[in-house]
């Protein structure tokens, strides 16, 4: 019974820090774009000549 007075204060004190990071990450723009990594990896714009006839 005395592990729980350890563990549950450790899976608050984790799940406190995992809201946290996602609140950081939904702040600093990380969710913004979702479509453009998936249509950028599709584009052939950022070849160069040297690669074009590859």
Known sequence: MSVLL???PMALALGLAGLFAFLWSLRAGQYDDMDGAARRILS????GK????K
């Open 44 to 47: 052939d714009e950022d070849m």
């Open 50 to 53: 040297e690669d074009m006839g």
């Open 6 to 8: 350890y563990l549950v």
